[in-house]
């Protein structure tokens, strides 16, 4: 009797009684039942009513006879959609569908107008939560106003990984998740107290860098979680700790010695001077391996990378090669850092930076121009010696990296620059003392603040005392 293709319906299925029905209802699943009351096994009452329960969007039509108006009633409390009085007619069917069909469509366009606004809902969401992961108490009013209930959150911590994390379903927690560039950000919001402990549990056999901040009560504090987030899983990236880093772990890492670290940096410095390349990548796997061992934080170790990224490119600028570097764009070694650490590249990108720079310079570079700075600064020291004198200023009047100024001026005058200093003084101290001046003044004269401590550099350096010294 029913054009269903001219309706927009496509029949799905007949069943003969109740349950049968039920059964073809449970798995295909139709947006629309019609169906007698009375049936063998299962009546239609029972049947709608199961049904709704299943999913009230259904929508239900049920065929009543002209004596069945305790079933109207009955029907109509349970909610069916419509209703089709016996005899049935082509026409009743028609126009009961299409006032059925009406209402489908009406709640499909609520459910997509609904389903809109929540994503759209979610996406101002997840941009408040940005801003309050970027900047803190200034965006939590907003924050807050589209989070909406707050008062039985207990705590907010933040992951922070190079992939995306699959977190249980619970109702004692709330995880945002968002993504920035190659940074995956979870953003969870704790209502029971240690729920973050037990998903940091959850995840612990996931085998790549992830990184947790510290939870706090003050949501304002979200911007700390994050920025410790951000730290323990760079560290983690770096050190190539393929699993979930909490940032107190940090606190108990190797504090980077700088004595070490000057070693490393010295020996760089000379391989570079030398310019020869094999030597130079040597110091650079060293000096890598050496981060590692140490196990130094990726904060850390992105200051000492810059150090002597930047240390190379003053050998290039005062040997007069830096414009061979073939930069195309201002060069921002302390920006693209930050995004390699962030990807997960920063050793690979460290060489690159240092081979480019060795490539410009040729071997034996600026013999000339080191010893001129050399000389200028034996010169300065000289003309300084009554007073204290340090690396820095002496670097600082040729122009010159300290660390570096000190590799060249051990190299070129044969002894480091603090026995250089100190035998210059001693000499000159020698000279005061046999022409009768007294020792304090002496000591006052070659840069020493106490006579103490000239007494002790004397005696090391002659083997006698200054007065000794004198009377002989």
């Known amino acids: 009797m029913v054009d269903w293709t001219g309706l927009g319906i496509e029949l799905a299925g ?258 570079l001077q030398s310019g020869n390349r094999a030597l130079l990548e040597q110091e650079v796997d060293r000096f890598i391996a050496w981060l590692r061992e140490a196990r130094i934080s990726s904060d850390m170790t992105e200051r000492l990378m810059l150090k002597l990224i930047y240390e190379s490119l003053e050998v290039a600028e005062r040997t007069g090669v830096r414009d061979n570097l073939g930069f195309s764009k201002p060069y921002l070694p302390h920006v693209e850092i930050q995004e390699m650490a962030a990807k997960g590249k920063l050793t690979q990108w460290f060489r690159q930076q240092i081979d480019m720079i060795i490539r410009a310079i040729p071997p034996l570079i600026g013999q000339t121009v080191h010893h001129e700075a050399v000389e200028k600064a034996r010169q300065y020291i000289e003309r300084n010696i009554s007073r204290d004198l340090s690396l820095q200023e002496v670097a600082d009047h040729v122009g010159m990296n300290p660390t570096y100024l000190s590799v060249l001026f051990k190299e070129i005058m044969g002894e480091s620059y603090i026995k250089y200093v100190t035998r210059s003084r001693m000499e000159l101290a020698k000279s005061l003392l046999r022409k009768g001046y007294k020792v304090q003044e002496v000591s006052e004269k070659v840069g020493y603040m106490t006579p103490r401590h000239f007494f002790d550099v004397f005696k090391k350096y002659t083997g006698m005392s200054p007065k000794q010294f004198k009377d002989s």
């Open 14 to 271: 007949t069943a003969e009684d109740g349950l049968s029905a039920w059964s073809m209802f449970r798995s295909i699943r139709p947006d629309l039942v019609l169906t007698d009351i009375r049936m063998p096994g299962m009546d239609g009452l029972k049947l709608i009513e199961e049904i709704l329960k299943e999913d009230p969007e259904v929508c239900c039509v049920v065929f009543i006879g002209f004596n069945e108006f305790e079933y109207v009633k009955r029907a109509i409390e349970i909610g069916v959609a419509g209703y089709i009085e016996k005899p049935i007619s082509e026409d009743k069917i028609e126009q009961t569908l299409r006032k059925v069909l009406g209402q489908i469509h009406k709640q499909r366009a609520m459910k997509e107008m609904s389903l809109k606004l929540e994503l759209n809902q979610q996406e101002l969401l997840k941009k408040a939560t940005w801003d309050l992961l970027l900047f803190g108490g200034e965006a939590l009013n907003e924050w807050v106003e589209l989070y909406g209930e707050t008062e039985a959150i207990r705590g907010i911590a933040v992951l922070v990984s190079g992939r995306q994390i699959d977190l249980p379903v619970s109702d004692d927690y709330r995880a945002i998740a968002m993504t920035n560039g190659q940074e995956h950000v979870t953003v969870l919001i704790q209502y029971a107290d240690g729920i973050v402990q037990e998903l940091a549990g959850s995840i612990s056999h996931l085998h790549f860098p992830i990184g947790l901040g510290n939870t706090y009560s003050d949501l304002a504090r979200a911007s700390m979680s994050y920025r410790e987030a951000q730290q323990a899983f760079k560290t983690a990236a770096f050190l190539e700790m393929e699993r979930l880093v909490h940032c107190h772990e940090l606190d108990r890492m190797l504090s980077v010695s700088i004595d070490q670290f000057h070693e490393r940096e010295e020996a760089f410095l000379v391989s």
